[in-house]
């Protein structure tokens, strides 16, 4: 599955490190019994001496060695690292928390999860684990795959995946001096032995064990191999090690419910799209085929560049909504647009954001592409077998796209779909990567995997593509009896973290997991009220290319403006809307609008815009300046909106962004006419 990151702004990452509280520079004690010795450099627990981390909010870090391959008794061994961030009051318990990819370093994540702990933070001590091949677990480096760029369904990159498992065969040495086949070492369970046998040497009594994404597929073989080891466990955005199947065609099928969905819970796409989200997505998608689209756009460097979109790309657009709510937002409008009017202005502008943002990963120790690959080659099911040649595996791959009905996949080929994005699904990564030598999977047991003393909360997002909901159900059956599912609905992948739009409140997902972690045995009687009362995205209803296809605000009391003049208003709102959107993505404090003009932003907490020009349609731009506090959602903006025909328009406009259903307020003047108005924001 695809290495994912929560997209947080600046300003959230203040807030994340602000809920985790104060640390304390020295602490006298660790879990229950455990004796912890510190000084001024290192902390003592268990059998482990752990040195002050380098890095904020202040934590412990510690290494202890494990055994490369353990069917070699004088085998090299791994620093497997972690680190650890003591209760700030009597410490009650300890939560071991471990992040997905396969290949992000949980320690990347820290601020992430102290803030998801919150209150509980003064009774629970904070065990981060990075699992072997990266963060602080000696990441796995392969320069080749990590400077890859481009499409993944090239011979190319395959290549560059192959010679990374080549580069694992031929880095370590038996005592002999043969090499150590290690391509099929860092699968997850020699994770699980080494993270059985950290706690042990940590003394720490049962742990809460949370495991996000990929996470959640190593915390079902831990949970199954060491159910003696936890107090409790949660699963967020979970995926079944036990009969995944290979074709992930779940994911296709809750994709086009959730854009449906998606729009069916936004009042603007509900009452003013064209067309069914899917129905667009799927005459796009037939219409690319024949005719891609090239155009000059914005990219999140604020640079002019040209993007192409061909089917390939749509189908990685349909696969990033999973876990990037834009594109849920944006995707559908721009497909009305570029059939309707032959305007591709916004899918350009779409996909360069989301190829950019959502599929590009960070360089180890954050991520490891080859741990990725590892992880993936070795331990998920694969349309061919990895025992066969390289040549053998194609024609497998080959066979079984062809024995695949018409309209499996559809809007989509069977061949299509194969070709997605490697880090989404490994179709065709693995082909080249080096044949195994012996077999480790992940569970050995069979359902229920966990004994009804465990408590297991699973939860999913009702829009997360990428790891469905239904996958969640399913893992929580083959727990067993103590294991209990919970769907958050208008969430994408990973439920339990903070919500970056609305930093400094508490999420739903993260009010369950809170519950949970603080009484498992109370599991049954979990207030999920929280999930009725989720905010849905904001889908667009359309990406109206001039003035006259902009809906107008709704005029107020005192109101003396005509309709054209509150078009012009409601395009103001829509240029900075469009900028709040955009500003979380961008790699620089500045961006063009949607069809000419520039803004800029800066700040953290609350981060001020200024529009020069910017066009959100050909024949009007907006001048001006906005303020969001992003700790309380409110947005205050000041506009001059000058159409190309017509007076300018001067507003006033609030609104707040964390509020269930965001009204805008407006207040201006158009040739001293007063204006007054409202509108739901866009």
Request: proline share 7%; hydrophobic share 40%.
């Amino acid at each position: 599955m695809r290495p994912v990151t929560v997209t947080v702004t600046a300003g959230a990452v203040t807030a994340l490190i602000a809920a985790a509280l104060v640390l304390p520079a020295a602490p006298a004690s660790a879990p229950g019994p455990v004796p912890a010795r510190a000084s001024a450099a290192t902390l003592q627990v268990g059998s482990v001496t752990l040195a002050a981390c380098e890095t904020a909010p202040r934590g412990w870090c510690g290494t202890v060695a494990e055994p490369l391959d353990r069917t070699d008794p004088a085998s090299p061994t791994l620093d497997v690292g972690f680190e650890w961030y003591p209760a700030s009051a009597a410490a009650q318990g300890t939560v071991v928390a471990v992040d997905g990819g396969p290949g992000y370093g949980s320690t990347a994540s820290r601020a992430a999860y102290l803030a998801l702990l919150g209150p509980l933070r003064a009774a629970r001590n904070l065990l981060v684990f990075d699992l072997r091949g990266t963060g602080r677990s000696q990441p796995v480096s392969c320069a080749a795959l990590q400077h890859s760029q481009g499409s993944t369904d090239t011979d190319a990159f395959r290549r560059a995946v192959a010679a990374c498992g080549d580069q694992l065969d031929h880095t370590w040495k038996h005592a002999d001096g043969s090499w150590i086949h290690a391509a099929y070492l860092f699968g997850t369970a020699n994770a699980a032995r080494d993270l059985a046998d950290v706690l042990q040497r940590l003394a720490l009594p049962k742990v809460d064990l949370y495991g996000d994404s990929y996470g959640t597929w190593f915390a079902q073989t831990y949970a199954s191999r060491y159910p003696g080891t936890l107090n409790s466990v949660t699963l967020d955005a979970s995926f079944e090690v036990l009969g995944l199947d290979p074709w992930y065609a779940s994911s296709l099928t809750t994709a086009r419910a959730a854009f449906g969905l998606a729009c069916q819970r936004s009042a603007a796409c509900a009452a003013g799209a064209p067309r069914d989200p899917w129905t667009a997505i799927s005459q796009l998608a037939a219409q690319l085929r024949t005719a891609p689209v090239t155009g000059t756009t914005t990219n999140l460097k604020g640079h002019a560049v040209t993007e192409t979109v061909t089917t390939a790309t749509l189908l990685d657009l349909v696969a990033d909504a999973g876990f990037d709510p834009a594109v849920y937002q944006a995707l559908p409008a721009a497909a009305d647009a570029a059939l309707d009017r032959g305007d591709t202005a916004p899918l350009l502008r779409l996909a360069a954001q989301s190829l950019a943002y959502d599929n590009t990963t960070p360089a180890p120790p954050t991520y490891s592409d080859g741990l990725y690959f590892a992880v993936a080659c070795t331990d998920y099911p694969q349309l061919f077998s990895m025992g066969a040649t390289t040549a053998q595996r194609a024609r497998q791959l080959q066979q079984a796209v062809a024995a695949q009905p018409a309209g499996a996949f559809a809007p989509f080929t069977a061949a299509e779909w194969t070709g997605v994005n490697a880090y989404t699904n490994t179709f065709t990564g693995c082909l080249d990567w080096p044949a195994p030598v012996h077999s480790d999977p992940p569970i050995t047991a069979t359902p229920p995997l966990v004994p009804a003393t465990v408590p297991v909360l699973v939860l999913g997002g009702d829009l997360d593509s990428l790891t469905p909901a239904a996958g969640g159900a399913r893992v929580a059956g083959q727990l067993g009896p103590s294991a209990r599912f919970v769907t958050v609905p208008n969430l994408t992948h990973i439920t339990a973290m903070a919500d970056p739009a609305r930093p400094g409140q508490e999420a739903c997902g993260q009010s369950l997991y809170r519950q949970f972690t603080a009484d498992p045995a109370a599991l049954g009687s979990l207030d999920t009220s929280c999930t009725a009362r989720t905010t849905p995205i904001d889908t667009l209803a359309d990406y109206p290319a001039t003035l006259d296809g902009v809906t107008a605000a709704t005029a107020g009391a005192g109101n003396q403006a005509d309709a054209a003049a509150l078009r012009a208003a409601a395009t103001g709102v829509a240029t900075v809307d469009d900028a709040l959107t955009r500003y979380g993505y961008l790699a620089a404090g500045h961006d063009s609008g949607l069809r000419g003009g520039s803004w800029s932003a800066s700040g953290t907490d609350t981060v001020s815009f200024a529009f020069s020009g910017t066009r959100w349609v050909a024949d009007a731009s907006t001048d001006g300046t906005a303020r969001w506090d992003q700790a309380d959602g409110s947005v205050t903006a000041r506009l001059t909106v000058h159409r190309d025909a017509g007076p300018d328009v001067t507003v006033t406009a609030t609104w707040n962004t964390a509020a269930p259903t965001p009204t805008v307020t407006l207040t201006g003047t158009v040739t001293g006419a007063s204006l007054q108005g409202t509108m739901a924001q866009p």
